[in-house]
């Protein structure tokens, strides 16, 4: 069965630490991996990777893919309280004419004065 | 642009009634895909339209059901109701699925989600 698993489910940081959010999976026809934040709310879009190698970069936040090894990170420095919430990883497969998207059961991030 | 609408924002039912959610796409989106969102289960995929036509379905019981209409906005319905129903539903759009002889990775946009508690 298809496959994402988060790690670690839950952290709590101080301002200004630097966190490292890890997805691995295990899908049939890997398309791209997106990587959400979610609050109280509906998820937003962070990143979307689809080749290794390659650093996605907005502002504190990057991310980055290995196809080979089958895993992405999260990297997030200078933490702020802000960045609490919950980090969601979906990995996106293609199944016979459509995309069909599996989440993580996401990282829960608390970040402290 | 507008993001994408989900109505109603909040709906409380009971047990065995069927209730109809609605959600709008982003203008030029034309695949709605459908997520419950549960504190046990986390986020898990329902299905996904596009064009009108339902184009893959994740592991839901046959009450379970959608539609798409020709301006690409979808409404989910569920039948016969029971407790474990009780959770956030999303609707995200995005321009287009996945097409077979190319890859597209269209990221998805979500909506506020519907609250539906079941009595």
């Known amino acids: 069965e298809d496959k994402v698993v988060q790690s670690p489910l839950s952290l709590v940081v101080h301002e200004g630490d630097t966190v490292t959010l890890n997805c691995s999976y295990e899908v049939t026809n890997f398309r791209s991996l997106l990587w959400y934040k979610q609050e109280k709310k509906a998820p937003t879009f962070l990143f979307m990777l689809?080749?290794?190698?390659i650093e996605k970069k907005s502002g504190r936040l990057s991310s980055i893919l290995d196809k080979k090894e089958l895993f992405s990170i999260l990297n997030i420095t200078a933490t702020q309280t802000g960045d609490s919430a919950v980090y969601l990883c979906?990995?996106?497969?293609?199944?016979?004419?459509?995309?069909?998207?599996?989440f993580g059961t996401g990282t829960q991030l608390k970040v402290e004065l | 642009k507008a993001g994408v609408t989900q109505t109603p924002r909040y709906l409380i039912k009971t047990r065995g009634q069927q209730v109809t959610l609605s959600c709008s796409p982003i203008s030029g989106h034309r695949s709605v895909s459908w997520y419950q969102q549960t504190p046990g289960q986390g986020l898990q995929f329902l299905f996904e339209?596009?064009?009108?036509?339902?184009?893959n379905k994740g592991n839901f019981p046959g009450r379970f059901s959608g539609r798409q209409f020709s301006n690409s906005r979808s409404e989910m319905n569920v039948s016969t109701l029971e407790l474990g129903d009780s959770a956030l539903y999303l609707c995200?759009?995005?321009?287009?699925?996945?097409?077979?002889?190319?890859?597209?990775?269209?990221?998805?946009?979500f909506g506020p989600g519907t609250r539906l508690t079941v009595l």
């Open positions: 339209y596009f064009s009108e036509t339902q184009r």
């Open positions: 689809t080749s290794s190698g």
């Open positions: 995200a759009s995005s321009r287009r699925p996945g097409t077979s002889g190319g890859v597209s990775t269209d990221t998805q946009y």
């Open positions: 979906a990995v996106v497969e293609f199944t016979g004419g459509g995309n069909k998207l599996t």
